[in-house]
């Protein structure tokens, strides 16, 4: 890795989600501008739900390691 060190697979998971979820979230971001205002406020908690859920799961891994 470009950092210098190797991951487990837990690790390799959670950026392989993590890259999921960021190529999700542009897809989101773009289709917004699409939508009527009911509907881009949907997709906006949608986006929301799935920021909070991967900042929720870095905070307990890195309380995790310490």
Not at 1 to 13: I, R, T, V, Y
């Amino acid at each position: 890795m470009a950092w210098g060190g190797s991951l487990n697979k837990d690790g390799s998971d959670y950026v392989r989600n993590l890259r999921e979820a960021d190529r999700a979230l542009k897809f989101l971001e773009g289709l917004k501008r699409e939508l009527n205002e009911e509907e881009k406020q949907i997709v906006s908690d949608t986006i929301n739900i799935i920021v909070n859920n991967y900042a929720k799961k870095s905070k307990n891994d890195s309380q995790t390691l310490k």
